[in-house]
């Protein structure tokens, strides 16, 4: 079955550490990929998006993520958290051709000041 | 603001009734999708509509329907209301099936 795999669902980090937060797929084939961010008590929006072109992905508030097609991976990164970046994180996958839009279980993450 | 409206904010309600959520997606949106959110389950896809019709099912249980009418607007039919069915329900809509999907603030539901 079509699925997208979240292996962290808890990730806890003290202020000014890195993050990378796994995201695997299973479709072949051309996907657009998305990570979603969910802060508490809020609706889900989005980092960024991957649809082409360059692998590496920059979003908004100093996340990237990397497209790597041979590994089905599409993980999220920054640099250094800040305690405001405390939220759920989910990774999505749409393929062409279908209708099917399909969200990781999530990952908490919590930021320690 | 997404400019995704969903009403109302809050529904409480006793088991067995039937309560009906609204959504109004974004201007020029043709995809909505529906999406029920708990503790223990996570973000849930329940089903997806497009332009009027129905384009994917998720885990929608067999008490609950949508649909979507020619103003593009979406209603989500919960029936036989189960104390489990608490939860938020987030609506979302987007411009194609493949791109980003803009979320409204979502309904809580609180079945008592």
């Known amino acids: 079955a079509q699925s997208v795999s979240q292996h962290n669902h808890h990730v806890i980090l003290s202020e000014a550490a890195s993050l990378e937060l796994g995201c695997n797929y299973s479709y072949g084939g051309t996907v657009n990929l998305f990570w979603y961010v969910q802060y508490p008590g809020q609706h889900l929006q989005l980092l960024l998006k991957?649809?082409?072109?360059?692998?590496l992905v920059k979003g908004i508030k100093g996340f990237e993520a990397e497209f790597i097609k041979s590994k089905f991976s599409f993980n999220l990164r920054k640099p250094s958290v800040q305690w405001s970046d405390t939220a759920e994180y989910f990774c999505?996958?749409?393929?062409?051709?279908?209708?099917?839009?399909?969200f990781g279980t999530g990952t908490r993450l919590k930021v320690l000041a | 603001d997404s400019g995704v409206t969903q009403t109302p904010k809050h529904l409480i309600t006793a088991t067995g009734q039937r309560v009906t959520l609204r959504c109004s997606p974004r201007s020029g949106d043709l995809s909505v999708y529906w999406y029920q959110q708990s503790l223990d389950q996570g973000l849930q896809f329940l089903i997806q509509?497009?332009?009027?019709?129905?384009?994917a099912k998720g885990n929608i249980l067999e008490r609950f329907s949508a649909q979507q009418f020619p103003d593009l607007h979406s209603e989500l039919n919960l029936s036989s209301l189960e104390l489990g069915d608490s939860a938020l329900y987030f609506c979302?809509?987007?411009?194609?099936?493949?791109?980003?999907?803009?979320f409204g603030p979502g309904t809580r539901l609180t079945v008592l």
């Open positions: 999505a996958v749409t393929r062409s051709g279908t209708y099917k839009y399909i």
């Open positions: 509509y497009y332009n009027g019709e129905e384009r």
């Open positions: 991957y649809f082409s072109g360059d692998p």
């Open positions: 979302a809509s987007s411009a194609d099936p493949y791109n980003e999907q803009f």
